[in-house]
């Protein structure tokens, strides 16, 4: 019961960012997940491609990937999912999981925000990736990169 709390007062008391905040913008773009790929020890990536972009490349872990295949798969599992409780709570506070966008890179480290329409106005939540990833996936709401995301790949050498 402490975790179900826990997770509903996570929900409930959103940090929204300004600077993050609000509809769409021009400067994102819109992407979607082309593979999966499996590096062993060293994580999976998610491979995000939006039209005309190069593709950026998202390490995440073994569980994540794991969830985020059941969800492209739309496989059931026996027992709920952490995911499942996520949706549960959104259901059951009338909110909506709009989009998933991928802001920064810092540390090589990807940051997004999970936008959520609510009868008492839009949340702004602070997620990883691979978890937003995931619920996006799971609910049909689309994922968005900030342009300067792609550039950081354009700007990478080739091999």
């Avoid at 979607?32 to 972009?53: E, F, N, P, Q």
């Avoid at 969800?71 to 009338?94: C, G, H, K, T, W």
Wanted: glycine share 6%.
């Amino acid at each position: 019961m402490k975790r179900l709390f826990f997770v509903a007062a996570s929900l409930v008391f959103v940090a929204c960012s300004d600077e993050q905040a609000g509809l769409v913008s021009d400067d994102l773009i819109p992407a979607r997940i082309t593979d999966v790929i499996d590096y062993g020890a060293d994580g999976v990536a998610v491979v995000l491609k939006g039209k005309d972009s190069p593709p950026v490349l998202i390490v995440i872990g073994h569980c994540e990937a794991r969830a985020l295949m059941v969800a492209i798969q739309d496989e059931d599992f026996p027992r709920p999912l952490s995911y499942d409780l996520l949706e549960e709570i959104l259901e059951n506070v009338d909110g909506e999981v709009t989009r998933l966008v991928v802001h920064s890179l810092k540390d090589n480290t990807y940051y997004a925000n999970l936008y959520i329409d609510t009868p008492n106005g839009e949340w702004v939540l602070d997620c990883r990736p691979s978890d937003g990833m995931v619920l996006v996936t799971r609910l049909g709401a689309p994922i968005y990169l900030k342009q300067h995301i792609f550039e950081r790949e354009m700007q990478k050498p080739q091999a």
